[in-house]
């Protein structure tokens, strides 16, 4: 079936460097996409979305990319700081569909 | 409450029980949504409520498994005769716009079958 994926299970980085967390996914129909963070007991947390008529957004320190050639999203977070540790997960969406997740991508922040 | 919730927060189950999950979404909000979540993996879609719509059950894993949501609002996931591969966090979202928008997630119920 169709999935939505991520390049690396785990990211670790030095506080103060800037984060990029890859999704790849495969189905050209989606139209949407976010991503979430999940911290340790708690549920998923939406960040930012895309919808596929743009290319790239910003929210505050983080940016989402979106590669509709190679189907690919990315998830960039500036500046990362130790409450940014947590697991990321994109998920896509086609029209009258519930979200479709990836496996996440869990992001360690070192002081 | 401003946010969704879920109870009970944690459930023991001896197999072959049944067990009822519950969610209360954002009041007002339209679509409500079931996901489960096995340790360490990403979120396996369940099943989908938009307004009066018939619900989208196409993730339901087996007959054991059914939701209902009453009244538009609360929604009950009940499980029958539990499996120890049922174990899992279940987590509840609500959207007030549909499947095309950002979800709000409850904390989610851990069951765990002994």
């Known amino acids: 079936g169709e999935s939505v994926g991520l390049h690396l299970p785990t990211l670790s980085v030095q506080e103060g460097d800037n984060s990029i967390i890859n999704c790849a996914y495969s189905?050209?129909?989606?139209?949407?996409f976010i991503w979430y963070k999940q911290e340790s007991g708690k549920g998923p947390q939406f960040i930012i979305d895309i919808r596929s008529n743009m290319d790239k957004r910003q929210g505050q320190r983080v940016t989402v990319l979106l590669n509709k050639t190679v189907k690919h999203l990315s998830l960039q977070i500036a500046a990362t700081q130790p409450g940014d540790s947590a697991v990321y997960f994109c998920a896509e969406n086609k029209a009258g569909t519930a979200l479709i997740f990836g496996k996440g991508t869990t992001l360690s922040v070192s002081s | 409450g401003a946010g969704v919730s879920q109870s009970p927060s944690n459930k023991v189950t001896e197999k072959g029980k049944d067990v009822e999950l519950r969610c209360d979404p954002i009041?007002?909000?339209?679509?409500l949504y079931w996901y489960r979540q096995s340790l360490g993996q990403g979120l396996e879609f369940l099943i989908y409520?938009?307004?009066?719509?018939?619900?989208?059950k196409s993730g339901l894993p087996s007959d054991r498994f059914s939701a209902e949501r009453t009244g538009g609002s609360v929604s009950t996931l009940t499980i029958q005769r539990t499996q120890q591969e049922d174990s899992a966090v279940y987590l509840c979202?609500?959207?007030?716009?549909?499947?095309?928008?950002?979800?709000?997630f409850g904390s989610g119920t851990r069951l765990t079958v002994v």
């Open positions: 409520f938009q307004g009066n719509s018939a619900p989208d």
């Open positions: 189905n050209s129909a989606s139209d949407y």
């Open positions: 979202a609500s959207s007030s716009q549909g499947a095309d928008y950002g979800y709000t």
């Open positions: 009041s007002g909000h339209t679509a």
